[in-house]
C-alpha cells in the first residue's frame, strides 16, 4: 500500500493541473500547426502524435480518477510528512549555514533565488486560502488537492530560502532567512493538521475559528520569511524611518517658527522637488538590482524627513489654528502616500510578474507628487500662476515614467476609448494652450494659473492614452504572444482591492468633506458591485465545486460588509459627529478584509489568466507613439517653464518666441500621435494582408475549376488520397475553430484581431492545395465540381468575414458594424459544416473514419471543460434539444443495422450523419449539465452523454470496417451489437435529463390529468342540461356545500405553491404540479354531487354550479403551462408575467366558484351571481382577441333572453341567459379558429373576422354588464338603453355571418335538405348500432382449461352489460329518428325549412350526435369482445363506456332543442336516454370490480391425444418460427419505447 502510494503520489505532483492545461495547449497547438507544415511525412507524424498525446491525456485522466479514489484519502498525511521532511532539512542547512559549509547549488544566484521565493511566497498563500477553503466546506477530495499543492509550493519555497541563504555574503542575513522558512514549515504543518481535523467537522465554529489563527499564523512567518531577502530591510528601515518622523506631526501644538516667511517657503519648495525625485528613483530602481532599490529607498527616506521639517515650518508660520490643521492633514497625506509608494516597490521587487504590481507603483507615485502639489498650493504665497506651473512640471515628471516600456496594460480603456481620449485631451491642451499665452500677454495671472493646470491635467491624459494604446498596439502584433483568458482577472482584482482600501481610507479621514465622502462611497459601491459580478461569473465558469461556492461565499460577503458599511455613511452624511466617523472606521474593517481574502484566492494560478508578451516586432511598433509622446512632454514641460517666466517678465521677446517654438512642437507631436494611433489599429493592417491572401485562394480555385471542367487538372501523384483528405479534414476544422474568437475579436477585443486574422488566413493556401490535389484524384466530375464549389464558398464567406471584421475593427461602441460580423460568421460556419459533411462522406465511402473518430473524442473532451460558454436559455430549451439530436442518433443506429445487412455501402453517409449529430448532443448536453439542477443531475447528463460518445465511436468504427469488407458476417455482427449498445445508452442519456427535469414533467402529467376532467365536466353539463343528472340518496346540497368550500381552500394553497414552485428547485415543483392535480380531482367530484344533488328539475342552477367549477379547471389548466414555462427562468423574464397574470385567474375564478357555491340556495341571488360568473368567464375568453375569434351560433337567441330577462329581472330568465350566454360565447369563440385562420382564407376576411368577433364578444358583454346593472337596481332608465346595446350586437352578428360567408366561398351549395340528410343518418346510425350488438351476441366466453367455473360469471356480465348498451342505443337512436319525424309532422322542422340556416345546424347536430353515439358503441363491442378474450384492459373498457354516455347526453341535447317535452316521442327518447346511462354505469361498476391488466398466467395444457398433441406443438413452432423472422425483418423493435415515433 504504502509503494502504490509512493507511486501515485509522485504521478500527481508531476500531473499538477498547469501541467496538464499546458499539455492540452500543446495538442491544440500542434493540430493547429499541422495544415501549415510543408513537409507531408513531417505533417503526418505531427498530426498523429499530437492524436496520440491526445488519447493518452484522456486515459491519463481517466487513470488518474481511479487512482485518486483508491489514494486520495492518504494525501494530507502525505503533505503533511512532506512538510515535517522539508522543516527537518532547512535545520540542517542552518548547521551548514553556521558551519560556513552552506555553498549555492549549481545555476543558483542571489537574484534567481530572490525572485523564486518571492513568487513562490504567493503561491503557498494561495494554495493555503484553498486548503482553508476546502477544509471549511468539508470536500475530501479538495483539501487533499489543497494539501498535495501547498507541499509542492512549500517546496519550492525551501529550495528558494536555501538558494538565497548559500549566495548572500551576510551570514546573520542567511540565519535568518533559514530560521523564518522553518518557521513557515512549522506553522504549516500545524495548518494541514488544523485542516485535517477540520474535514470531520465541517460545521465546527471553534475548528474553524482554530484554522483561521494558523493561518493568519502562517502568514505572519511567510512575511517574515520576504522580509529577510536582500534589499527588503532597507526598505523596511526606510518605512520605519518615514513612520518615526510622521510622529512628529502627533503633537498637540507646534513650535514657532524662527524663519522668515520667504526662507520657509524656499526650503519648502526645494525640500518638495527633491522628494518628487527621490520618488521617481525609487520607481526607476525596481527595475534594477535589490541593492539599486535600497540606495532610493533610503535617500527618499531621508528627502522625506527634510520635507516633513520644512513643512512643519511652514506650519509654524501659519496665522490660525485652522490653517495649521490643514498643513498638518496634507503633510500625513503625504506621508501615507510616501509609505504606500515604498510598499509597492517592495512588493514589486519581490515579484516582478506579478499582476497589475507596475502600474499599483506608478499610481503611488503619481499619489505622492499629488499630496505635494496639494501641500505646496495650500502654503505657499508666490506670484499668481507660479505655484501652479510648478505643480504642473512635478505632474508631468510623474506620468513621464509611464511611457518607459508599457509591457502592462494602464487602463481599461479600450484601444478605441484611447482614440477618444486624444482627441478630446488635444483639444482641451489646445484651448489651455491658447489661454496660458493670451493670460500672460494681458497680465491675467489667476487665469493664466487655471489654464496651466487644465493644461497639464490634458497632458496627463494624453500620456495614459498613448500609454495604453502602444501597450494594444504591441499586443496585437501577431508576432507576440497573445494573453490567455483566465478564470478571472487578477488585475481587476489588484486594482479593486487597491480602490477600495484608498476609498476607505478617504472615508475615515477627519478632513474629508462630504463631497469627498460621497465621493469614496461611490468608488466603493463601483468596485465591489464589479468584484461581485466577477464572482458570480467565475462561478459559472469553474469545474471546480469548491471554487464555486469560495466564490459565491466570498461575493456575499463583499457584498453584506458593502451594505452594512453604506448603512454608516448614510449615517455619516447626516451627521458628520466623531461617534458616526468611528462607526464608519469599523464597518471598513470587514469590507477590506473580505476583499484582501478574495484576491488573495482569486490568485491561484488554476484561475489567473497568462499575460500577454510583447515581442521585438510589436516593441518596435510602440516607438512611433512612445517618441510622440515623449516629444510631447519634453515640450510641454518647457513651454511650461518658458510661461512661468513670461509671467513674471511678459516683456520678453526672446521668451515668447521660445514659447512659440515650443506650442509649435507640442502641437506637430500630438498631430504625430493622433496620425501614429489611427496608423497602428490593432488588425487593420492583417486584416488587409489576409485579404490580399484569401483572394488570391479564390483566384487559384477558379483555375482549378476550369481546369477541371475542360479535364487538363492534372494528379498530384506524391501523396495518397487518404493523406489529403486527413490534410484538408484539418485544415477545415481548424478554421471552423476560428470563427467564433475572430467574430469575438471584431466587435470589442481589437489586441486579439490581429492575431487570429493572421491565423486565419495563413490555413487557406494549405486548404486550396489539399482541395485541388484531392479534386485531381477524384474519378467522378461531379464529385470534383462540388468539393471545388464548397471550397470556393468557403473561401468567399471567409472573405466576407474580414471585410466585416476590419470594419468593425474589435470597436465595441461600433454597433452598426455588429450584425454584419454575425451574419458573416455565420455563413461562414454553415459553409465550414457543408464541406465536413462531404469531406466525411467522401471518406466514409473508402472506410476512412478516423477524422469521424476524432471529431467525436474532440467533442467528448470538451464536454471536460470547466469553462462552458455564458447560458442563454434555460435547462428546459437545452433538454429539448439534446432530447431531438439523441433521438436522431438512435435513428441513425437502427439504419445502420438495417444497411449492414442490405447496403453496407450506404455506411458511410449514416456515420458522417451520427458525428454531426453527437457535435450537436455534446455542445448543447454541456449547456444542460450547466444549467441543470441539482448539480448531481449536471455530472450525470455529462458522464450519460460521454458514455454515449464511446458507443458512437465504436458503432462509427465497425460502420468502416465493414465498408472495406462487406462480406464479413463478424463484423456485421459486431455492429448491430454497437448499434444496440448505442440505443441503449441514447435512452440512459434520456432518463438522466428526465430526473434533470422532474417538475417540468410532472406539469405536463398535470396538465394532461385537468384535461381529462374538463372534458369529464363538459359531459356533466350534457346530462345536466338534458335534466338527467340527478340526485343519489335523497342527499341536500348542504351536505356537499362544506367539503367544497373546504377543498377549494386547498386548492388555492395548492396554487400558491405551484406560483413558487417555478422558482423553487424541480422537486418542489414536482410536488406542487402533483398536489395540485390531486386537489382539483377532488373538488371536481365533490362539486359535481353537489350539482346533482339539487335535483335535474332545476338543471340551469345545476349548469351555473358545474361551469363554476370547470373554469377554475381551466384556470388551472393554464396556469400549470405558465408554471412550466416559467420554471428556472429569472424574475424579469417574460414568462413570469405571464405566470402572475395565469395565477390571478386563477384566484379570481376559485373566488367566484365560492360565491356561487353560496348564492345556489338563494333564489333570490343565484340569477345575479350566474350573470356575474358568465361575464367574468367572457372577459377572460377575449383577453386575446387575436387568438379568439371564431364563428357566432346562437348570439342572437342569446341576446333576445338577455334583453327579456333585463326587462323581466326574474331571477330564473337570468340563471337561463346567464348559461345560455356562457354557451352561446364558447360556441362563437370555438366554432371559428379553424376557418378564420385556415390556409385558404385571405388576409382581408381573417382581417374582418377579427375585428368583427371581437366587437360582437366585448357588444354582447356590455349588453350583460348592463343587465347586472338592472338587476342590482331596476328602474325604467336604466331598461331604455337594451335596445341599443342589443342592435349593437345584432350588428356585429351581420358582419360577422357575412365574413363567414366570404370564408365559405362561392362554389359551396347544399343540394339537399338538411332534414332529410339528419333522417337517413339516424337510421343508417341505428341500423349501425344493431349490426353491432348482434355481433355481440354471437360471442361467448373463452374457454379455460382453469379456473372457467370463477371467472366465467364476470365475463358473462361484461358481455351482458355491453348488449344491453347496444340494445339502448338502438333504441335511443330510433326514438331520436321518431322525434325527428313528429317534429316535421308538426311543422316546427319544414321538409324545406323556413329558417334554413337555423334548421340545418340542428339537423347537423342530430347527425353528429347520432354518428358519435353508433361510433362509441361499436367501439364498446370491440372492447367487450377484446376484454372477454384476455386482450384489452378495463381502463379501455371503462372509456368506451363513458364515450357512450357522453354521446348519448349529446345526442338528447339535440333532439330537445326544438322538441316538444311533453310529447309521446321525447318521454320515449328521455327513457331510452336513461337506459343506455343506467347500462354504462352498470359496466363500468363491473370493469372496476376485476384488473384485465393482469397477464394472463395459466399455464399452456398440450392435448393429451398423441396426433392433436403432435399437432399442436407443430402449430406452436411455426409461431415461433413466423416471429423470430418478424423480429429480424423490423429492426426498429430494438429501439426503446420512448423514442418510438409514429410513422407520420
Not at 1416 to 1429: D, G, I, K, Y
Request: aromatic share 2%.
Amino acid at each position: 500500500e504504502t509503494g502504490s502510494y509512493g507511486l501515485y503520489r509522485i504521478g500527481m505532483g508531476k500531473l499538477q493541473p498547469s501541467r496538464c492545461f499546458e499539455l492540452h495547449r500543446m495538442v491544440s497547438s500542434a493540430k493547429a500547426a499541422v495544415p501549415t507544415v510543408g513537409d507531408q511525412a513531417a505533417a503526418m507524424q505531427l498530426s498523429q502524435c499530437a492524436k496520440n498525446l491526445a488519447t493518452s491525456l484522456a486515459e491519463l485522466r481517466t487513470a488518474s480518477q481511479k487512482a485518486h479514489e483508491a489514494c486520495g484519502p492518504m494525501e494530507i498525511d502525505s503533505a503533511l510528512s512532506t512538510v515535517q521532511t522539508l522543516k527537518n532539512e532547512l535545520q540542517d542547512a542552518k548547521m551548514a549555514a553556521v558551519e560556513g559549509q552552506l555553498k549555492p547549488l549549481p545555476g543558483e544566484t542571489l537574484e534567481k533565488c530572490a525572485q523564486d521565493l518571492g513568487s513562490t511566497s504567493k503561491a503557498v498563500g494561495s494554495s493555503m486560502a484553498q486548503l482553508l477553503t476546502c477544509a471549511a466546506q468539508g470536500n475530501e477530495h479538495y483539501t487533499g488537492v489543497a494539501a498535495r499543492e501547498t507541499a509542492q509550493a512549500l517546496k519550492s519555497l525551501a529550495q528558494a530560502a536555501r538558494g538565497v541563504s548559500a549566495s548572500t555574503g551576510d551570514p546573520p542575513a542567511a540565519h535568518a532567512m533559514l530560521d523564518s522558512a522553518r518557521d513557515v514549515m512549522e506553522g504549516s504543518a500545524v495548518l494541514i493538521q488544523e485542516a485535517k481535523q477540520a474535514l470531520g467537522a465541517p460545521g465546527d465554529a471553534d475548528r474553524q475559528q482554530r484554522l483561521a489563527q494558523v493561518a493568519k499564523a502562517v502568514s505572519h512567518s511567510l512575511n517574515n520569511c520576504v522580509n529577510c531577502l536582500p534589499g527588503q530591510k532597507d526598505v523596511d528601515v526606510a518605512l520605519k524611518s518615514i513612520g518615526e518622523s510622521s510622529k512628529k506631526l502627533l503633537v498637540e501644538s507646534l513650535p514657532p517658527s524662527s524663519k522668515s516667511f520667504q526662507e520657509a517657503q524656499s526650503e519648502l519648495n526645494q525640500a518638495a522637488a527633491d522628494l518628487n525625485q527621490s520618488a521617481g528613483e525609487v520607481v526607476h530602481a525596481t527595475r534594477g538590482q535589490s541593492g539599486e532599490l535600497a540606495a532610493a529607498s533610503g535617500k527618499f527616506s531621508e528627502d522625506f524627513d527634510e520635507f516633513l521639517g520644512a513643512g512643519i515650518e511652514m506650519a509654524g508660520q501659519a496665522q490660525t489654528k485652522e490653517d495649521q490643521i490643514q498643513v498638518i492633514g496634507n503633510l500625513k497625506n503625504i506621508s501615507m502616500a510616501s509609505s504606500k509608494l515604498l510598499l509597492a516597490a517592495k512588493s514589486l521587487s519581490v515579484d516582478p510578474g506579478a499582476p497589475n504590481a507596475k502600474n499599483l507603483l506608478a499610481a503611488a507615485a503619481r499619489a505622492v507628487t499629488e499630496s505635494i502639489n496639494q501641500l505646496i498650493t495650500l502654503c505657499t504665497q508666490q506670484a499668481p500662476g507660479q505655484k501652479e506651473c510648478d505643480n504642473a512640471l512635478r505632474e508631468l515628471e510623474t506620468v513621464k515614467e509611464m511611457l518607459e516600456n508599457p509591457n502592462e496594460p494602464v487602463s481599461d480603456l479600450s484601444y478605441f476609448d484611447c482614440i477618444e481620449g486624444v482627441m478630446e485631451n488635444s483639444k482641451v491642451l489646445g484651448e489651455a494652450m491658447a489661454g496660458i499665452s493670451q493670460n500672460a500677454k494681458t497680465g491675467d495671472l489667476p487665469a493664466f494659473g487655471e489654464c496651466v493646470g487644465v493644461a497639464s491635467k490634458a497632458l496627463c491624459g494624453l500620456t495614459e492614452a498613448a500609454a495604453q494604446a502602444a501597450f494594444l498596439v504591441g499586443v496585437s502584433d501577431p508576432n507576440s504572444q497573445a494573453g490567455q483568458q483566465g478564470l478571472v482577472d487578477p488585475i481587476q482584482f489588484a486594482r479593486a482591492n487597491q480602490a477600495i482600501q484608498m476609498a476607505c481610507q478617504n472615508l475615515v479621514d477627519p478632513a474629508s468633506s462630504p463631497s469627498q465622502v460621497l465621493s469614496a462611497a461611490t468608488i466603493v459601491a463601483k468596485h465591489t458591485s464589479a468584484l461581485c459580478n466577477a464572482c458570480r461569473i467565475a462561478s459559472s465558469k469553474t469545474a471546480n465545486p469548491v471554487a464555486k461556492r469560495h466564490f459565491v461565499q466570498s461575493a456575499k460577503e463583499v457584498a453584506n460588509s458593502t451594505a452594512n458599511l453604506v448603512k454608516t455613511i448614510k449615517a455619516l452624511d447626516g451627521d458628520f459627529s466623531e461617534d458616526n466617523r468611528n462607526k464608519c472606521r469599523v464597518a471598513t474593517a470587514p469590507l477590506i478584509e473580505a476583499v484582501e481574502n478574495l484576491t488573495a484566492f482569486a490568485s491561484n494560478p488554476e484561475f489567473v489568466s497568462i499575460p500577454a508578451q510583447i515581442s521585438a516586432e510589436g516593441s518596435h511598433a510602440q516607438e512611433p507613439l512612445l517618441t510622440s509622446a515623449r516629444t510631447m512632454l519634453e515640450s510641454s514641460s518647457w513651454l511650461i517653464r518658458t510661461a512661468r517666466s513670461l509671467a513674471i517678465n511678459p516683456k520678453d521677446p526672446s521668451a515668447w518666441s521660445v514659447l512659440a517654438a515650443h506650442s509649435h512642437t507640442v502641437s506637430e507631436a500630438i498631430k504625430s500621435l493622433i496620425t501614429s494611433i489611427r496608423d497602428k489599429a490593432p488588425g487593420q493592417r492583417e486584416c488587409d494582408h489576409s485579404i490580399d491572401g484569401i483572394n488570391k485562394c479564390i483566384r487559384d480555385i477558379e483555375q482549378a475549376s476550369l481546369a477541371a471542367v475542360s479535364q487538363n487538372l492534372a494528379a498530384r501523384d506524391d501523396i495518397s488520397v487518404e493523406a489529403l483528405q486527413e490534410q484538408l479534414t484539418s485544415v477545415v476544422q481548424e478554421i471552423g475553430h476560428l470563427i467564433d474568437p475572430i467574430a469575438t475579436a471584431a466587435r470589442g477585443e481589437a489586441a486579439q484581431l490581429g492575431h487570429k486574422v493572421t491565423q486565419l488566413a495563413s490555413y487557406f493556401e494549405p486548404l486550396v492545395l489539399a482541395a485541388v490535389g484531392l479534386v485531381s484524384k477524384l474519378m467522378s466530375h461531379q464529385q470534383q465540381m462540388t468539393l471545388l464549389d464548397q471550397t470556393k464558398t468557403l473561401a468567399e464567406s471567409a472573405l466576407q468575414t474580414l471585410y466585416a471584421a476590419k470594419e468593425g475593427g474589435g470597436n465595441p461602441k461600433a454597433s452598426h458594424t455588429h450584425d454584419a460580423i454575425t451574419e458573416a460568421a455565420q455563413l461562414m460556419k454553415e459553409a465550414v459544416d457543408d464541406l465536413m459533411v462531404t469531406l466525411n462522406e467522401a471518406a466514409s465511402e473508402v472506410g476512412m473514419v478516423a477524422n469521424m473518430v476524432d471529431s467525436i473524442a474532440e467533442a467528448m473532451s470538451k464536454l471536460d471543460e470547466g469553462t462552458p460558454p455564458e447560458t442563454k436559455a434555460s435547462f428546459v430549451d437545452y433538454q429539448t434539444t439534446v432530447v431531438k439530436y439523441s433521438k436522431a442518433i438512435a435513428v441513425t443506429a437502427q439504419e445502420m443495422m438495417t444497411k449492414a445487412v442490405t447496403n453496407p455501402e450506404e455506411l458511410g453517409g449514416l456515420a458522417s450523419q451520427m458525428t454531426t449529430d453527437y457535435g450537436h448532443l455534446a455542445f448543447q448536453g454541456r449547456m444542460a449539465a450547466a444549467t441543470a439542477e441539482p448539480e448531481e443531475i449536471g455530472l450525470q447528463i455529462r458522464a450519460r452523454v460521454q458514455e454515449l460518445g464511446h458507443g458512437c465511436i465504436f458503432l462509427v468504427q465497425k460502420g468502416g470496417a465493414l465498408q472495406v469488407c462487406p462480406t464479413d458476417s463478424y463484423t456485421k455482427r459486431e455492429l448491430i451489437e454497437c448499434a444496440r449498445a448505442v440505443s441503449e445508452k441514447v435512452s440512459l442519456v434520456l432518463s438522466a435529463l428526465q430526473a434533470g427535469n422532474k417538475g417540468t414533467q410532472a406539469c405536463i402529467t398535470a396538465a394532461s390529468a385537468v384535461s381529462g376532467i374538463i372534458a369529464d365536466l363538459d359531459t356533466t353539463i350534457m346530462f345536466a342540461t338534458a335534466g338527467t343528472l340527478h340526485a343519489e340518496n335523497n342527499e341536500s346540497f348542504a351536505d356537499h356545500r362544506e367539503n367544497i368550500l373546504k377543498t377549494a381552500k386547498a386548492l388555492v394553497e395548492d396554487t400558491k405553491l405551484l406560483v413558487s414552485g417555478a422558482a423553487s428547485s424541480q422537486e418542489q415543483l414536482a410536488q406542487a404540479a402533483h398536489s395540485s392535480a390531486s386537489t382539483i380531482t377532488q373538488l371536481a367530484e365533490v362539486v359535481k354531487l353537489g350539482a346533482a344533488s339539487l335535483g335535474s328539475d332545476d338543471p340551469e342552477t345545476q349548469v351555473v354550479l358545474i361551469n363554476a367549477i370547470k373554469d377554475v379547471a381551466k384556470a388551472l389548466s393554464d396556469l400549470i403551462g405558465a408554471t412550466k414555462g416559467a420554471a428556472s427562468k429569472p424574475a424579469d423574464d417574460p414568462s413570469m408575467y405571464q405566470l402572475k397574470g395565469a395565477a390571478k385567474v386563477m384566484v379570481t375564478n376559485v373566488t367566484s366558484l365560492l360565491k356561487t357555491v353560496k348564492a345556489v340556495e338563494d333564489e333570490a341571488t343565484r340569477g345575479t351571481r350566474a350573470l356575474e360568473a358568465t361575464i367574468e368567464y367572457i372577459k377572460q375568453e377575449v383577453v386575446f382577441p387575436g387568438e379568439s375569434i371564431r364563428m357566432t351560433k346562437g348570439i342572437t337567441m342569446a341576446t333576445a333572453k338577455a334583453v327579456a330577462a333585463g326587462n323581466s329581472c326574474r331571477q330564473k330568465d337570468v340563471i337561463a341567459t346567464a348559461n345560455l350566454s356562457r354557451k352561446a360565447v364558447a360556441d362563437m369563440l370555438t366554432a371559428c379558429k379553424q376557418a378564420s385562420f385556415h390556409l385558404e382564407v385571405s388576409e382581408e376576411v381573417r382581417a374582418r373576422a377579427l375585428r368583427y368577433g371581437t366587437e360582437c364578444t366585448l357588444g354582447y358583454l356590455a349588453l350583460l354588464e348592463h343587465v347586472l346593472a338592472i338587476l342590482q337596481k331596476p328602474t325604467p332608465e336604466l331598461k331604455q338603453p337594451l335596445a341599443a346595446l342589443s342592435k349593437r350586437v345584432a350588428s356585429a352578428v351581420t358582419e360577422l355571418i357575412q365574413a363567414a360567408e366570404a370564408m365559405k366561398g362561392t362554389e359551396w351549395v347544399d343540394p339537399e335538405d338538411p332534414t332529410v340528410i339528419a333522417e337517413t343518418e339516424l337510421l343508417g346510425a341505428a341500423a349501425s348500432i344493431e349490426a353491432a350488438a348482434k355481433k355481440l351476441e354471437q360471442l361467448k366466453p373463452r374457454a379455460k382449461p382453469k379456473q372457467a367455473d370463477e371467472t366465467l360469471d364476470f365475463e358473462e356480465q361484461i358481455l351482458e352489460a355491453a348488449k344491453s348498451i347496444a340494445a339502448a342505443t338502438s333504441a335511443l337512436v330510433k326514438s331520436a329518428s321518431a322525434a325527428q319525424r313528429e317534429l316535421v309532422a308538426q311543422g316546427k322542422v319544414g321538409a324545406i325549412p323556413a329558417n334554413a340556416a337555423d334548421d340545418g345546424q340542428w339537423s347537423q347536430g342530430l347527425i353528429s350526435a347520432a354518428r358519435m353515439v353508433a361510433a362509441a358503441t361499436s367501439s364498446l363491442c370491440e372492447a367487450a369482445n377484446a376484454s372477454v378474450q384476455g386482450h384489452a384492459s378495463e381502463e379501455k373498457l371503462i372509456s368506451s363506456a363513458k364515450q357512450v354516455a357522453a354521446s348519448t347526453a349529446q345526442l338528447l341535447v339535440a333532439c330537445k332543442v326544438k322538441a316538444d317535452q311533453d310529447s309521446e316521442a321525447m318521454r320515449r327518447l328521455q327513457a331510452a336516454g336513461n337506459a343506455v346511462k343506467r347500462a354504462s354505469d352498470n359496466l363500468v361498476r363491473a370493469a372496476q370490480k376485476a384488473a384485465f391488466g393482469k397477464a394472463d398466467d395459466d399455464d399452456v395444457v398440450v392435448k393429451t391425444k398423441f396426433v392433436g398433441g403432435i399437432a399442436q406443438i407443430i402449430a406452436a413452432q411455426e409461431e415461433m418460427l413466423k416471429k423470430e423472422r418478424e423480429l429480424e425483418e423490423q429492426q426498429y423493435k430494438f429501439l426503446p419505447t420512448e423514442l418510438r415515433e409514429d410513422e407520420g
